[in-house]
């Protein structure tokens, strides 16, 4: 029975989980070390409490919350073991946190054991993603009034990644789905509706084709999942309808598309644009709550939804073969272009297939897997590996698909460990949502979002991009765990067992309290050691050496394996004209990551200081081995 006690309940979780997602989100989608690193030790916190009173009990996981957790749990694990090859520590390490905070966030995930929390985390979602979408479109209509700080035509704010910011709300899409085919109430499916035509406005503005196919992905896989499949596909018709005329309101009033942004034809441009969007998801959310009940099924026979089926799949074959694929195929491959000219950047941007140098990334990360096949280069390796191979010159730290940087940087035990993550999600996600019962419709949209995640990391780098990871993580946690299951006899079995068994999970509790207590502080080093250098560089600015070089040599103290606390030694001894005490530091720095070109150009500038020409040779030789494409050295 669902008493007032426990939609109280239900609330509360929903807003608590949007409130953080939402955060995050505004916080550059905790991108940053700072944010990320909070998330983390507040996360591992949260699960030590809880298991430490009791509230979680790791004994009634379902078989695939174990396998996704184990999996999980084996990734984290190798991840840290390659601090052993790695070349850089400190980016190795700092390629473990994140690993510990999305197993974390898991682990956290799994805790809902009743259907209506899983609903409220994942109506919690769907809120937050649609009110990011809002307010990004916001800055652009009233860019003056919210002063987001966008220059570009591409919308990015709030995340600070147009990709980033389009990926995120296309997760959210069969989210929101979700609710549009099961609230209750004409008008709560309609309110629904309402944000998809200003969804798709946004989409259009960040000029995202990897999160429209993140959209598309998660709808479509919505409704093939869904149970209520036709009343699903009403509620995208109505969506498409309206998204394209919002995409054509925004046409009509180019100040808004191609800038600038702060002058007076854009605010005028904002408020008509503003009004006819909001109109149109007015009409959605009327039209889908007149409308929505209809038993569309009912009145077409099986005979016509295959034709239905069979008509799509040629116009979609059809719509291939025209398209020349081997010609698009050769734009993608291309190098990317110059995308200087703001003037029409939207649109072209959007229209154009060439792939802005991924094939270049991922052909990158496919040699670093031929040079280290079984446990690859070690976490955090890429960057350095495309500095010293890239064939063009743009500069990136990460391959743009998690499948082929794992295969890079953890080999073929790191890339099978996280197909085995995805594919138990997607296994897991379309068994129970083919299952009678009220789970079905919450375990198809979880599903639908989880793939629409797995193919967002497979061309862009939302695994870093942390509120993206964080719902999709979320979504597996929901999925493989208790609460959108029925509860079987062998896991009411396992909640008696014997003292033996009792015996064993108070052991597994105890090793659970001390790994999560080594975790939080395994996240709270790297952060503790970064606001240290910032002290030690407020310091510089200040003038106060003293100052500087305590909270640097704390920094070392924290972390002495890392590099970054010896670079900021020698640059301090550097300002204070101890020329070779600074070159003692950057060569311990070098010690530590010695795959780091920057770190060499400086040491050849502290050996050119102090009249070392010949050693300065030498490292600005090997400075340009590591980075022979940068400007520096062309």
Request: glycine share 10%; hydrophobic share 55%; aromatic share 8%.
């Amino acid at each position: 029975m669902f008493t007032p006690g426990k939609r109280v309940w239900v609330n509360v979780t929903a807003a608590s989980v949007g409130l953080v997602t939402l955060v995050l989100a505004y916080d550059g989608g905790a991108y940053a070390l700072l944010p990320r690193s909070l998330l983390a030790i507040g996360v591992w916190s949260a699960i030590v409490i809880a298991t430490f009173l009791g509230v979680w009990r790791t004994h009634s996981l379902p078989r695939p919350a174990l396998a996704a957790g184990s999996l999980l749990g084996a990734l984290l694990v190798l991840t840290g073991l390659s601090i052993v090859w790695t070349e850089n520590p400190e980016r190795t390490f700092a390629e473990f946190n994140r690993v510990a905070l999305y197993l974390g966030v898991f682990v956290v995930a799994l805790m809902p054991r009743r259907l209506p929390t899983a609903r409220a985390w994942s109506n919690g979602f769907a809120i937050a993603i649609v009110l990011t979408g809002l307010l990004a479109l916001a800055s652009r209509l009233f860019h003056d009034a919210i002063g987001a700080g966008d220059t570009t035509p591409l919308l990015s704010h709030p995340i600070g990644y147009w990709n980033g910011l389009a990926m995120l709300v296309g997760i959210g899409i069969p989210l929101l789905l979700r609710l549009a085919v099961d609230a209750e109430g004409a008008i709560r499916r309609g309110l629904a509706v309402a944000p998809f035509p200003a969804l798709v406005a946004t989409l259009y503005l960040t000029s995202s084709r990897g999160g429209s196919v993140t959209a598309l992905v998660g709808a479509a896989a919505f409704v093939a999942l869904s149970r209520r499949r036709w009343q699903a596909s009403l509620a995208l018709a109505l969506a498409a309808l309206g998204g394209a005329g919002a995409v054509a309101v925004l046409r009509g009033n180019r100040a808004l598309v191609d800038g600038p942004f702060a002058s007076a034809e854009a605010a005028r441009q904002g408020v008509v644009a503003a009004l006819a969007i909001g109109g149109l998801c007015a009409a959605a959310a009327l039209l889908y709550a007149a409308f929505g009940r209809i038993s569309l099924r009912a009145r077409v026979g099986a005979p016509a939804r295959r034709a239905l089926v069979a008509g799509a799949a040629v116009v979609v074959l059809a719509g291939v073969g025209l398209s020349d694929p081997l010609e698009r195929f050769d734009d993608f491959r291309a190098p990317p272009g110059d995308n200087s000219a703001s003037a029409g950047l939207v649109e072209s941007h959007f229209t154009s297939v060439n792939g802005s140098g991924r094939w270049q990334f991922w052909t990158a990360a496919i040699d670093a897997f031929e040079s280290a096949p079984l446990l690859g280069r070690g976490a955090g390796s890429f960057e350095a590996w495309w500095a010293q191979e890239r064939t063009i010159s743009m500069f990136v730290r990460d391959a743009h698909s998690l499948y082929l940087e794992t295969l890079a940087e953890l080999g073929l035990a790191g890339f099978l460990l996280v197909i085995g993550i995805v594919a138990t999600g997607v296994a897991t996600g379309v068994r129970r949502a083919a299952r009678e019962g009220g789970a079905a419709s919450t375990a198809a949209a979880l599903t639908a979002a989880f793939i629409a995640y797995a193919a967002a990391v497979s061309i862009d780098w939302m695994w870093e991009m942390t509120v993206v990871s964080v719902v999709g993580v979320a979504c597996l946690g929901l999925l493989t765990g208790a609460a959108t299951t029925t509860p079987s006899p062998h896991l009411v079995g396992l909640e008696v067992g014997n003292r033996r068994a009792r015996g064993r999970r108070f052991g597994l509790g105890a090793a659970g309290l001390v790994a999560g207590w080594l975790l939080v502080c395994g996240q709270a080093i790297p952060l503790l050691t970064q606001l240290k250098i910032e002290d030690s560089q407020a310091a510089v600015a200040r003038d106060d050496a003293a100052a500087a070089l305590d909270d640097a040599r704390a920094a070392r103290g924290l972390q002495p394996w890392a590099a970054s606390p010896y670079v900021q030694l020698a640059l301090v001894e550097e300002q204070l004209g101890e020329l070779d005490v600074a070159r003692y530091w950057i060569s311990e720095a070098i010690e530590r990551a010695d795959d780091d070109w920057r770190l060499w150009f400086i040491k050849a500038r502290l050996e050119t200081n102090a009249g070392d020409i010949d050693e300065a040779r030498e490292s600005l030789a090997r400075a340009r081995e590591l980075n022979p494409r940068s400007q520096l050295f062309l």
